[in-house]
Nanobody, 115 residues
Framework: QVQLVESGGGLVQAGGSLRLSCGVSGGIFRGYDMGWYRQAPGKQRELVASLTSRGITTYTDSVKDRFTISRDYANNRVYLQMNSLKPEDTAVYFC?????????WGLGTQVTVSS
């Protein structure tokens, strides 16, 4: 049973930074494609950034040049460094791990950016 636990969310002023962390347990971390998603109130969950097991990164246009996804193989963690935060980045951020058709989600961490 794979478990994902997010941390690092909080309240920050516009222009500030946060680093989200996702701990992964119960699986072979190196084999997972990892992603960060977010869901704002009244909106659908959307992909923010992904990092495949082969090291390929993808970012949604609105966060390019501001957010960076990375992974720590020694500690089975994936991170999302968020800089120059904007009020529209306010959402619950979820960590996702996938291996083929098997997908696991964390419970999310709230990020609130005040103007």
């Amino acid at each position: 049973q794979v478990q994902l636990v997010e941390s690092g969310g909080g309240l920050v002023q516009a222009g500030g930074s946060l680093r989200l962390s996702c701990g992964v347990s119960g699986g072979i971390f190196r084999g997972y494609d990892m992603g960060w998603y977010r869901q704002a109130p009244g909106k659908q969950r959307e992909l923010v950034a992904s990092l495949t097991s082969r090291g390929i990164t993808t970012y949604t246009d609105s966060v390019k040049d501001r957010f960076t996804i990375s992974r720590d193989y020694a500690n089975n963690r994936v991170y999302l460094q968020m800089n120059s935060l904007k009020p529209e980045d306010t959402a619950v951020y979820f960590c996702r791990a996938s291996w083929g058709s098997i997908v696991n989600w964390g419970l999310g961490t709230q990020v609130t950016v005040s103007s």
